[in-house]
T-cell receptor
Framework: EAGVVQSPRYKIIEKKQPVAFWCNPI?????LYWYLQNLGQGPELLIR????????DSQLPKDRFSAERLKGVDSTLKIQPAELGDSAVYLC???????????????FGEGSRLTVL | QKEVEQNSGPLSVPEGAIASLNCTYS??????FFWYRQYSGKSPELIMF????GDKEDGRFTAQLNKASQYVSLLIRDSQPSDSATYLC???????????FGSGTRLSIRP
């Protein structure tokens, strides 16, 4: 079974430029998450989707960040314009709904490392 | 107060000894607790989850939960150099809630 796929793995841009990250979750996983992880810190939630609906985006800086999950499968996270402080790893994760037969654990992609110069 | 707190470490443990990692959480209504391992430059991967008070064992790993004290721990027996990584504690309030991570504890197993 294929895992969570993210692209690009690495991206270097100059400040004020736009950037987009793409995520393809595990087939059948209805919940998709975008996390931001700075060096030496734990992942911080940016947005969580249940199917097509963004159910938790309180931590997403909406002045420059946007996300979408068309058809409840793939998702794109965009930053425009990027700032120096946006340099981090952007992690996508997916899960099934927690229930009797599953833990609802998160399965992470390999991440997209952004460097803003 | 952070929602999930961990000592950042590094925690240095000799090979073959028991490594003990601790985590506290602030929301008393939390129901699900996870331990993820993250190697340098890699993504987190689940190693243990626990829902009920008490101990849960899986191979060399034991997760311990004390909801009254709002405390979760992870014990690693017979520590190996391959256990050297950052261990992330994660908490979920309910099956419909988001998962919140601590900042992680860096563990180093010295030969």
């Amino acid at each position: 079974e294929a895992g969570v796929v993210q692209s690009p793995r690495y991206k270097i841009i100059e400040k004020k430029q736009p950037v987009a990250f793409w995520c393809n979750p595990i087939s059948g996983h209805n919940t998709l998450y975008w996390y931001l992880q700075n060096l030496g810190q734990g992942p911080e939630l940016l947005i969580r989707y249940e199917n097509e609906e963004a159910v938790d985006d309180s931590q997403l800086p909406k002045d420059r960040f946007s996300a979408e999950r068309l058809k409840g499968v793939d998702s794109t996270l965009k930053i425009q314009p990027a700032e120096l402080g946006d340099s981090a790893v952007y992690l996508c994760a997916s899960s099934l709904r927690q229930g009797v037969t599953n833990t609802g654990e998160l399965f992470f992609g390999e991440g997209s490392r952004l460097t803003v110069l | 107060q952070k929602e999930v707190e961990q000592n950042s470490g590094p925690l240095s443990v000799p090979e073959g000894a028991i490594a003990s990692l601790n985590c506290t959480y602030s929301d008393r209504g939390s129901q699900s607790f996870f331990w993820y391992r993250q190697y340098s430059g890699k993504s987190p991967e689940l190693i243990m989850f626990i829902y009920s008070n008490g101990d849960k064992e899986d191979g060399r790993f034991t997760a311990q939960l004390n909801k009254a004290s709002q405390y979760v721990s992870l014990l690693i027996r017979d520590s190996q150099p391959s256990d050297s990584a950052t261990y992330l504690c994660a908490v979920r309030k309910s099956s419909a809630s988001k998962i919140i991570f601590g900042s992680g504890t860096r563990l180093s197993i010295r030969p």
